[in-house]
């Protein structure tokens, strides 16, 4: 009884260590990257502060390189490829930025401004659990109508132009230096805050 | 030195992108998981109808996929639940390491454009957070899963997904709050809470 009640809620003990340690180091560099700040994150969709793309960029080069280079050298873990079904996909980025503006936060930075002292923030999230709930409602409609539309499965840039992933990626790092270079010399230094 | 980083309130943007990415290697080669947020959403409200009102789930395809039914459950705590309520508390630690807890109500972005009212702040977040996860789960993930894990995987979902983030998010942000940038906002980030 005890053990089929655990079963229904909880997930392996490993998978909720590791799960919990990588959300710890989650939280506190999203914190200590400003991005649980509303401020930042509203004046990064109003194009006037670039922390959330500088961020994101770097992340998404150096995890690149990491994983791309560890898969090279043979370690045979798993990726996870979403499939790309552009309609749901770009129709849901869409009303996400929508929701991004009005609350100022991201699924994951606004768990972290709880955590950061935000308010607001908690109300977001309780609307999230609500919003997921009127999703599922509603999801039937959009599995017949919108997701299958321009669905072309789980591919990547690379796959999609034929190429190998170093042949998108190298290019990607050297513009995101570039760019992050430029962007540092020639604008502004309005940052007190550091 | 390490001692003072730890303590610093901001650190540069690209370090904590690096370490991000760095991150990703330990949950992509270790752990066998991709950084994602917006699913729990789903399975802890999966959880939530299954025990409160037991067959209603069973209608819905989408909620039964993450969390089962009453009588075929899937685990609702997981390696995702893990990781998103340890965020909280690893942004509370990093905080608080910089110094004492700041509480915000209402952001003086928005205080200037929507006055300082607590109640219209927190039902409109409360709104901007149903719509943020429909778009989400719509989408098929968030900033988290489609933008970093997907973008650095080079998925094409993720870097639509970006795209259309911020085709939304800019006029959006535009038509809610203006152009005009916002001075006070570094200083009016201080205590209001506590008497509530």
Request: hydrophobic share 50%; aromatic share 10%.
């Amino acid at each position: 009884m005890m053990s089929t009640l655990a079963s229904a809620w909880i997930d392996s003990p490993t998978d909720i260590l590791t799960g919990a340690l990588a959300g710890l180091v989650f939280g506190f560099l999203l914190q200590k990257g400003g991005v649980t700040k509303f401020s930042v994150i509203v004046d990064q969709l109003r194009l006037k502060d670039f922390t959330v793309m500088k961020v994101m960029l770097t992340a998404i080069v150096v995890g690149s390189i990491g994983i791309y280079g560890m898969q090279a050298m043979g370690a045979g873990f798993p990726m996870h490829i979403k499939s790309a079904a552009i309609a749901g996909v770009g129709l849901g980025g869409v009303i996400f930025g929508v929701g991004m503006a009005l609350l100022g936060y991201c699924p994951g930075t606004a768990f972290a401004a709880i955590g950061d002292g935000s308010r607001h923030a908690l109300f977001g999230v309780l609307g999230m659990f609500v919003g997921a709930g009127i999703y599922a409602e509603v999801f039937p409609w959009f599995n017949t109508h919108v997701l299958p539309k321009w669905d072309l499965g789980k591919v990547t840039l690379a796959s999609e132009a034929g190429v190998s992933p170093w042949v998108i990626l190298i290019p990607l790092a050297i513009v995101t230096v570039g760019v992050f270079l430029w962007m540092e010399r020639g604008k502004h230094t309005k940052h007190p805050a550091a | 030195m390490s001692e003072n980083l730890i303590k610093r309130k901001r650190w540069s943007p690209y370090l904590v992108g690096g370490l991000l990415g760095v991150l990703s290697w330990a949950t992509f080669a270790l752990m066998g998981k991709a950084l994602g947020v917006s699913t729990t959403p789903v399975r802890v409200l999966g959880g939530v109808e299954r025990t409160l009102v037991p067959g209603h789930e069973e209608g819905l395809a989408y909620l039964t996929k993450y969390a089962g039914t009453a009588a075929e459950p899937k685990a609702i705590i997981d390696w995702q639940f893990a990781l998103v309520v340890m965020m909280i508390v690893g942004a509370f630690i990093a905080a608080r390491l910089a110094g004492p807890r700041v509480i915000e109500t209402v952001p003086a972005i928005w205080k200037e454009r929507f006055g300082a009212s607590k109640p219209l702040r927190y039902s409109l977040a409360f709104v901007g957070g149903m719509i943020l996860i429909f778009g989400a789960r719509l989408a098929g993930g968030c900033t988290s899963g489609h933008g970093l894990s997907g973008g650095m995987q080079l998925s094409l979902s993720g870097w639509v997904f970006l795209g259309a983030m911020f085709a939304g998010g800019v006029p959006a942000a535009v038509l809610l709050y203006g152009r005009k940038s916002c001075d006070s906002c570094e200083t009016t980030m201080n205590d209001e809470g506590g008497a509530s």
